[in-house]
């Protein structure tokens, strides 16, 4: 790594976190930059097929950070680990540029337990674009796609792919918000402004009813002047 880029991340981390006050607070306090250090010198042992190596690397970053990261991991450039305790990032994960998770995150594989042997050497894990934001405590399970400028809501379990520009929460989760534009940084994934599109259509029904119900009302009185 170049000493421009190391301290370009340095400082996307700081533009993503009003608690990093400074270079030094991220370089000696932050979880996440410390696993990333341990990740790229474990995965450049991978990438030599040094794998033992390579995985005793990351246990001592998982003591050490809280964070587990498997080396065969494919991670992009500025990626925020915020908080990091209790994050999992499996085998065949892919993340892209930009990508921000919170606490207790698992990128993670499908029943990995089961026909294990049938799974190795597979696409078993997520895919994440760019500029994505993963709230704390989410599980994007399996071998699915999550759009560039995604949000995933807190808690929420991702089991389908996710489009770009796409907000999801929910158990299992289910689209919230949907944006032509680029969107700019939301922590946690959903923002105050995001509204259930359920809660949507159920106002618009009730609304639909209470015009009903006014028409009817006035078809009555007319009936009942007629009657007189």
Avoid at 9 to 19: L, M, N, Q, T, V
Avoid at 98 to 124: A, F
Avoid at 179 to 208: C, H, I, M, W
């Amino acid at each position: 790594m170049s000493i421009n880029n190391f301290f370009k991340e340095i400082d996307s981390i700081i533009a993503r976190d009003p608690a990093a006050g400074s270079r030094w607070g991220v370089i000696f306090l932050y979880p996440s930059f410390h696993a990333m250090i341990f990740y790229k010198i474990g995965n450049a042992f991978w990438r030599y097929n040094l794998k033992f190596l390579a995985r005793l690397i990351m246990h001592f970053a998982r003591i050490f950070t809280g964070i587990e990261i498997h080396p065969g991991a494919k991670i992009g450039s500025n990626f925020f680990m915020d908080h990091g305790l209790g994050i999992v990032i499996g085998e065949t994960t892919e993340i892209g540029e930009n990508v921000t998770i919170y606490q207790g995150v698992t990128l993670g594989g499908i029943m990995p337990s089961i026909e294990s042997d049938s799974q190795r050497n597979q696409k078993r894990h997520p895919t994440i674009g760019n500029n994505v934001i993963i709230g704390s405590g989410a599980q994007i399970l399996g071998s699915i796609t999550v759009g560039d400028y995604a949000r995933i809501g807190a808690n929420s379990v991702v089991s389908k792919d996710v489009p770009s520009n796409v907000t999801v929460a929910g158990v299992p989760a289910r689209e919230f918000a949907r944006s032509a534009e680029k969107q700019n940084f939301k922590p946690y994934g959903v923002s105050v402004s995001d509204t259930d599109p359920r809660e949507k259509t159920l106002n618009l029904l009730l609304k639909k009813v209470e015009n009903l119900e006014k028409k009817i009302k006035i078809i009555e009185k007319k009936n009942n002047k007629t009657k007189t």
